[in-house]
């Protein structure tokens, strides 16, 4: 998170401009934008100015994103930048001589804005999101669960697994596989003296009925119909070959 005295391009921008004098376009990007700027290898008629995620080079000509078939005269783009301290930014850019406009709220994008133009005439714009906190919380360490469901016959449960309870193999071998269903995943292993007795998993769908009709028509050893829980979730349960229990749960609350 920045504080007022910092600030950073954290969307990734990335253009092809164009610059009749790289001297001075550097020397603006430098030292009133605060980019970093960089002479590319071998190459003396260009330049490349680095802030955050933004990367943009500087030649002869100008080019709309993805099209590097029509150059255009330098001056002609607009470039925006998202800054997670539009504030701190419009000040620093004060200090250092720049002329930006006065900061405005865009209602229509929710977004805090100022416009600078550069020594050709470039129109870059730096904005920042007013609609939600000013900060991201840290991503958390967890991502997704991968149950472990115990079987004396891999073999004969990947193929139920597939055949019936709609799974795609991802990984198989003699003691273990890896079964694949949209944004699920469960792994079969061997049942042996330190993975015994059944195992059991519950799995969150988007629509409890379609499911256990699917899985009806195919002969799955469904234990209920779909019912509608007091603690929120439309659930039903299916027993594999080797009764490990899988319960799929539809929230509705």
């Known amino acids: 998170m920045s504080t007022p005295d910092q600030f950073a391009i954290i969307t990734p921008v990335s253009r092809l401009l164009g610059s009749t004098d790289l001297a001075r376009t550097s020397a603006f990007y430098r030292d009133v934008l605060g980019f970093e700027v960089f002479q590319p290898d071998g190459e003396s008629n260009s330049v490349e100015v680095v802030s955050g995620k933004a990367r943009i080079r500087f030649g002869a000509h100008d080019y709309a994103p993805n099209k590097w078939d029509g150059p ?40 805090q804005m100022f416009e600078i133009r550069d020594p050709d005439g470039h129109a870059l714009w730096f904005g920042q999101s007013y609609a939600g906190p000013d900060h991201h919380p840290p991503r958390g360490l967890l991502e997704k669960i991968m149950p472990e469901l115990p079987l004396t016959d891999v073999s004969a449960g990947v193929m139920h697994y597939r055949d019936v309870l709609g799974f795609q193999v991802n990984y198989q071998q003699a ?16 049942r042996t003296d330190r993975h015994k007795g059944i195992g059991s998993a519950c799995v969150y ?6 499911l ?5 028509r195919k002969g799955a050893n469904l234990q209920s119909e779909p019912i509608s829980q007091p603690w929120g979730l439309r659930e039903f349960r299916v027993l594999d070959l080797e009764g490990n229990r899988i319960s799929f749960g539809q929230p509705f609350e």
Not at 212 to 216: C, Q
């Open 72 to 111: 255009r005269p330098p001056g002609s783009s607009i470039v925006f930048f998202e800054t997670d301290h539009v504030e701190a930014m419009h000040k620093a850019v004060r200090a250092r001589g720049g002329n930006p406009s006065e900061l405005e709220k865009a209602n229509a994008i929710k977004m």
């Open 175 to 190: 003691d273990l596989a890896v079964m694949d269903r949209d944004d699920v995943r469960l792994l079969l292993i061997a």
């Open 205 to 210: 769908v988007h629509d409890a009925d379609a």
């Open 212 to 216: 256990y009709a699917e899985l009806r």
